[in-house]
């Protein structure tokens, strides 16, 4: 048996009450995600808008992220390690740092893929010494593990959703309603807590 059969075998073993347990997570998530009917609602305008996605959002994103799961060549759930739930926010968390790249490269002409050194948001000389940049697991890592250390403070998980949008440090600024300053004081937070996922970053 392949790890894909193996996958898909695990998959049509859960019960439905605990699929659709985590389509609730799932669902709850990503609205926390865009701050959907918050002042600061992400899909009002935007990469994340109805007009630009072509349907609800949060539909969008619950419904695809199931969907890359589920299909015959879809994405490995890593069971050993993350309940559905959890692996389908990972899912979703992709699709929408993806939709954030395509708006932009659309918008922008910037490049799809994404640029940014991993190794400067938390200056760790071993993560640039791996060449980390451009490494897909070690940066879907970081954004894991950064949404982890940050779910405590309301402000500093806002300071990390935008920062992986790409949003700059002033416009977040701006949407916080802070000074600058207070945002390079969030990265130095940030970096402080990540320091203690430097061994499952640089394994």
């Known amino acids: ?49 109805e007009k630009n996605i072509g349907m609800n959002p949060i539909d969008h994103y619950v419904g695809e992220s199931v969907r890359r799961l589920y299909e015959p060549n879809g994405w490995d759930w890593k069971f050993e390690k993350f309940t559905l739930a959890e692996q389908l926010m990972r899912i979703a968390n992709k699709l929408i740092s993806d939709k954030v790249a395509e708006y932009k490269a659309k918008h922008d002409g910037l490049p799809v893929f994404d640029e940014r050194d991993v190794g400067d948001i938390y200056d760790l000389q071993a993560i640039a010494a791996n060449d980390a940049k451009g490494n897909e697991e070690i940066y879907t890592k970081l954004i894991q593990f950064a949404h982890e250390v940050s779910k405590d403070d309301d402000d500093l998980q806002y300071f990390v959703i935008r920062y992986f949008e790409k949003a700059s440090f002033a416009t977040i600024a701006n949407e916080m309603n802070v000074d600058v300053k207070q945002i390079y004081v969030l990265r130095k937070k940030l970096v402080r807590r990540l320091m203690d996922y430097k061994v499952e970053l640089t394994d």
């Not at 699929?19 to 992400?42: F, G």
């Open 1 to 49: 048996m392949t790890r894909r059969e193996l996958v898909l075998t695990k998959l049509q073993q859960i019960p439905d009450n605990e699929v659709q347990e985590a389509i609730r997570q799932l669902t709850h998530y990503v609205k926390a995600r865009l701050r959907y009917r918050s002042l600061s609602d992400r899909t009002k305008s935007g990469a994340h808008s």
